[in-house]
């Protein structure tokens, strides 16, 4: 993860050429550097929520340098709703992501946190018997409209 903020941090000194869909390139990178600060700061939160107004003002990724502010910033808001416990939405945004164009790190970073999410989020649907086994035989096999590589053996 510290790789994504240096490289964040590299990309928006070396070149400022984003065309933001509602905000100028001024407020986009002024956003996600407050992003960084307060991820920084522990205030996932409020981080998360301009994480995702960068996302959505560089979703359209009309060139190179707006397509790695939007990763970036998809991917740390990834984090985030992971350190929220906020896990099906972490998983549906990595999911996302890892349907887009990406470069072999950042499908690795992305993975780890698409991975870690969905585990997390699966973890709602397993049931535990009175020992505290888990027991995935969930009624009406929900989980598996959402996690299809888990199967019941």
Partial sequence: MNRIIVFAL???????????????EEEVTAKMYQAFELNKAA?????L????????NTKQQRNEGERQVYVCSQTMACQCYELLGRYKEGYLLGKSLLQGKLNDTERK???HLYAMNGYMYACEFIQRDEKGRADISVEGNSYQKYFPILTVR
Avoid: P, R, Y
Avoid at 10 to 21: G, L, V
Avoid at 43 to 47: D, H, T
Avoid at 49 to 56: A, K, M, P, R, Y
């Fill in 49 to 56: 929520e301009l994480f995702l107004i960068v996302g959505e």
């Fill in 109 to 111: 970073d992305v993975g």
């Fill in 10 to 24: 590299m990309f928006f000194c070396m070149t400022m050429q984003i065309e933001a869909q509602t905000l100028s």
């Fill in 43 to 47: 205030k996932k939160a409020e981080a």
